[in-house]
């Protein structure tokens, strides 16, 4: 079936620095890309979303890019702060049997040092 | 505020228990959906409403029974669950089930099962 790897599963990085989650996805008709932040106790937190018809998006600190072809897309998070720890889970839309579904990666707990 | 209301935030229960996990969303949106989230694996749909139809059980054991009175409502029916049912479960909404809506979480119910 359709599945979204995700990489790395735990990032450390220091405050300041820029921090990059990498996913793939195997359905090629996804268009549908978003980016969720989960913190400890709360459910996932929409953060971006990029759709099929764009390569990049940006939000402030953070940006979003899609590769089609190689059916990559990538999280981007600039000049990072503590608050930014937190979980991280990409997922693609399904297609198949219709509805709007989402699959999602495993995760990646982003770690911000001071 | 996520907009999404999810209760209780935490369950314990034996496996010969009933009991129901309630979820209210204030977005106007009309889909509704549950979630399994477990430790180190991907977030699992279980169900989805659309305009109150289920449109979507991804092959959910019938331990689990949803409930979806009003496009604002969705409840989560629990009976005679197992240990491996322990789990955070997620309900989110979205303005409707179409194609790359974007989906919003509440922050869960956290349900152990002894």
């Known amino acids: 079936g359709e599945n979204v790897e995700q990489h790395p599963s735990t990032l450390s990085v220091q405050e300041g620095d820029s921090a990059v989650i990498k996913c793939t996805y195997s359905?090629?008709?996804?268009?549908?890309f978003p980016w969720y932040k989960q913190e400890l106790g709360k459910g996932p937190q929409l953060i971006i979303d990029?759709?099929?018809?764009?390569g990049e998006k940006k939000d402030q600190r953070i940006a979003v890019t899609l590769n089609k072809t190689a059916k990559h897309f990538s999280l981007h998070i600039t000049e990072t702060q503590p608050e930014d720890s937190a979980v991280y889970f990409c997922a693609a839309n399904i297609l198949t049997g219709g509805g709007n579904k989402l699959t999602f990666g495993t995760g990646t707990q982003l770690k911000v040092e001071l | 505020e996520t907009g999404v209301t999810q209760t209780p935030r935490h369950l314990v229960m034996g496996m010969t228990n009933k009991k129901s996990l309630k979820c209210e969303q204030h977005?106007?949106?009309?889909?509704m959906y549950w979630y399994k989230q477990s430790a180190k694996k991907p977030l699992e749909l279980m169900f989805v409403?659309?305009?109150?139809?289920?449109?979507e059980n991804n092959s959910v054991p019938s331990r689990f029974s949803p409930e979806c009175p009003n496009s604002s409502h969705l409840f989560l029916h629990l009976h005679t669950l197992q240990p491996e049912d322990s789990a955070l479960y997620l309900c989110?909404?979205?303005?409707?089930?179409?194609?790359?809506?974007?989906?919003?979480f509440g922050d869960g119910t956290r349900l152990s099962i002894l």
């Open positions: 409403y659309n305009f109150k139809e289920q449109t």
């Open positions: 977005l106007g949106h009309n889909a």
């Open positions: 359905d090629s008709a996804s268009n549908y």
């Open positions: 989110a909404s979205s303005q409707d089930g179409g194609v790359s809506q974007p989906q919003h």
């Open positions: 990029i759709r099929s018809n764009v």
